[in-house]
C-alpha cells in the first residue's frame, strides 16, 4: 500500500470514529422523559398540565427550558408557551406543573416541544438535548416533537 493510499483510509477511519462519538456518549448518558401525566381545567379557564421529567442520565440540569407549541382540537398553533422545568436533578423524576391560559384542556390536541431554548448540564455547557429526549403523554393531549 502507497503512503498517501494508508492516510486517506487512516482520515476515513478518524472521522468516522469522530462522527459516532457523540453518539456513543448520549447512548451512555441515558434518557431523559418528559410525559404530560394528566392535565385538568382550571377554574376560571385555562388548562394546567402535569409533567413528570425522569432524569435517567447521568447529569443534573442546571438549566431546561423548552419553547411548547400548543395546538388546538383543529391542529392549529393556538399559542407558544415557554417553560422552565430546571432544575432536573441525576436519576430522579420531578413533577412540575405548567398552566396554559384562555384555552380548555379539551380544545387542545397536542403540544409540539418545537425548541430547546437552554439545556445545560450542572458545571457545564449548553447541549444538544433532542437525541436524549423520550416525549409521552398519558392524557388526551399528545406531546411531540
Known amino acids: 500500500m502507497k503512503r498517501w493510499e494508508w492516510s486517506i483510509n487512516w482520515a476515513a477511519v478518524l472521522l468516522l470514529v469522530l462522527a459516532l462519538a457523540p453518539a456513543k456518549l448520549l447512548a ?11 392535565t385538568e381545567e382550571i377554574e376560571g379557564g385555562g388548562c394546567r398540565a402535569f409533567f413528570l421529567f425522569k432524569n435517567k442520565t447521568q447529569k443534573s440540569f ?11 382540537a383543529q391542529g392549529i398553533i393556538d399559542r407558544l408557551l415557554s417553560v422552565d422545568a430546571a432544575p432536573l436533578p441525576v436519576q430522579r423524576t420531578t ?15 397536542e403540544i ?34
Open 95 to 109: 413533577l412540575k406543573l405548567f398552566e396554559i391560559p384562555e384555552i380548555s384542556c379539551t380544545n387542545i390536541s
Open 62 to 72: 442546571e438549566g431546561f427550558e423548552m419553547s411548547l407549541a400548543v395546538l388546538d
Open 112 to 145: 409540539l416541544l418545537h425548541d430547546m431554548t437552554s439545556c445545560r448540564p450542572q458545571n457545564e455547557s449548553e447541549l444538544d438535548c433532542f437525541p436524549l429526549l423520550e416525549l409521552s403523554s398519558r392524557s388526551s393531549v399528545l406531546l411531540v416533537k
Open 28 to 38: 451512555e448518558a441515558g434518557q431523559l422523559s418528559v410525559e404530560i401525566n394528566k
